[in-house]
């Protein structure tokens, strides 16, 4: 399985219990490619992590690392952030 596919088959585990996360997906030739994980609340947007990469691969694969702990900090907190 790629790491674009678990990164976002885990965000969609995450997203369905949590409404409020969001990502972005970008590419542009000056900062290559970005993932941006973000959180709302209240009417408040909070960024949970960001990674920048020169490949999709690669920022999905770092991305992925970081979502993992992020979804380890939401269990031990029981859901919240």
Not at 53 to 64: D, G, S, W, Y
């Amino acid at each position: 399985m790629s790491a674009e596919t678990k990164f976002f088959d885990l965000y969609d585990d995450l997203q369905s219990g949590n409404p409020y996360l969001y990502v972005e997906l970008a590419y542009n030739r000056q900062t290559d490619w970005m993932i941006h994980i973000w959180r709302k609340n209240n009417g408040i947007e909070k960024m949970i992590f960001s990674v920048q990469e020169l490949t999709r691969r690669r920022a999905c694969k770092k991305a992925l690392k970081k979502l993992k702990s992020y979804a380890k900090k939401l269990k031990n907190n029981k859901g919240k952030p």
